[in-house]
């Protein structure tokens, strides 16, 4: 099993809920804790509950999602195009013993 580590790597425009460097915690694929973060917001966690199940499980090598860092960005489209802040997360895996 893996323990999954989000933690916001960047906001582009304005998020009201995430800042840089908050950190959330996924165990056994579907507990989340708020290590650093204040709060979640549930648009930005939509687009990373699909991961959740899968990281936390061994993965073949050869699988895109096997890779020990990857990167994920909340649904919300940014300032650019009418939205507030779009957030970049950054997401590792660590083997649970």
Not at 25 to 42: F, I, M, R
Not at 68 to 95: A, L, M
Request: overall charge negative; some cysteine.
């Amino acid at each position: 099993m893996y323990r999954v580590v989000v933690t916001v790597k960047e906001v582009k425009g304005h998020c009201g809920i995430h800042n840089v460097g908050d950190r959330f915690v996924v165990d056994e694929g579907q507990v989340l804790s708020l290590d650093t973060a204040k709060s979640l917001c549930v648009y930005a966690l939509a687009s990373l509950i699909p991961l959740f199940p899968a990281l936390s499980k061994d993965l073949p090598k050869d699988d895109w999602m096997s890779a020990e860092t990857q990167y994920i960005q909340c649904i919300d489209p940014g300032p650019e195009y009418g939205g507030g802040g779009t957030v970049i997360f950054e997401i590792k895996r660590e083997k649970v013993t």
